[in-house]
């Protein structure tokens, strides 16, 4: 069970990392190619979901409904 739970843990580890150095080399080229104003507006949909979940979820939580674990 061990040695699962190693290699779980490192390819989580490998795929969080990756992920981390695709986004750094990827934000000096959308920046270049889109410009401050524009990626700031492509980025305000996901920003206004995100706001919109944390919202409902914290109603849920305070109204008793949800799960805090």
């Known amino acids: 069970m061990g040695a699962t739970r190693g290699k779980t843990q490192a390819t989580n580890e490998f795929m969080i990392f990756s992920m981390v150095t695709l986004s ?3 934000s000096g080229w959308l920046e ?5 104003q524009r990626l700031n507006l492509v980025v305000l ?4 979901v995100t ?3 944390v919202i409902s979820m ?6 008793g409904g949800g799960s805090t674990s």
């Open 32 to 36: 270049s190619s889109l410009g401050w």
């Open 45 to 48: 949909p996901l920003l206004a």
């Open 24 to 26: 750094a080399l990827a």
């Open 51 to 53: 706001l919109f979940v």
């Open 58 to 63: 914290h109603k849920k939580i305070a109204a």
